[in-house]
């Protein structure tokens, strides 16, 4: 251990400003510089000197307990400013990390003619099982989920034979931002043959499919 460190903990434990602070540890080190110019070794002079809280307990009996009081108030009110900031930042976080929705017709970042247009050649792609232009059309992350086996699972597991497309529903957006980034979830039920299908479709701002799911 240092001399500056071992003068560093003992003020740190002793309840007074911080002028008197430097103060004190401007006299620790002078007297540890006296008397290691004298021959004596910085362990020597730490062991005779004490721990570093007997010394701070020896500087805090000549403290008064008015400035005591007063140093504990101020040492609280900075962990409590810190906690308070700690506070703020995570708040700050999870509000940019948690997803904020709103109405889709409300958008003014995604084009409603192009959201449908795009949702009806998605699912037409589908029911075609063209999955290579499917894959085309979406984000790079997607196109890693868009194999065949994957959608034809997919589309099993609803059905396994749907019939021709008879109805579709209403379309319903919604926009959420995540991260900074921008997203329209589409939902619209389609009436086949033999069943209907609820599809849950998610473009990026780009218009790039980013997530899809079948019921």
């Known amino acids: 251990m240092t001399a500056e460190k071992y003068t560093k903990l003992i003020i740190k434990k002793i309840a007074c400003d911080q002028k008197k602070k430097k103060d004190i540890q401007r006299q620790l080190l002078a007297d540890i510089e006296e008397r290691g110019q004298n021959g004596e070794t910085l362990a020597d002079i730490m062991q005779q000197m004490g721990t570093v809280q007997e010394i701070a307990d020896g500087f ?116 959420v931002t995540q991260m900074n980034e921008r997203y329209m979830i589409c939902q619209v039920s389609v009436s086949y043959e033999n069943i209907s299908v609820i599809y849950t479709i998610t473009y990026d701002s780009h218009m790039k499919l980013a997530g899809l799911y079948l019921k």
């Open 60 to 175: 805090n009996e000549m403290i008064p307990e008015q400035e005591k009081r007063r140093c504990r108030m101020q040492r609280r009110c900075r962990v409590a400013v810190i906690l308070l900031a700690v506070i703020i930042a995570a708040v700050a976080l999870l509000y940019w990390y948690l997803p904020k929705f709103r109405n889709g017709n409300d958008s003014g970042d995604f084009n409603q003619k192009q959201i449908e247009e795009t949702l009806y050649d998605t699912i037409t792609l589908l029911e075609q099982r063209d999955y290579e232009k499917l894959q085309d059309m979406a984000t790079a992350q997607m196109q890693d989920v868009l194999c065949a086996e994957v959608l034809d699972n997919a589309m099993d597991a609803v059905g396994p034979d749907w019939g021709a497309r008879t109805a579709v529903g209403n379309i319903y957006t919604e926009e």
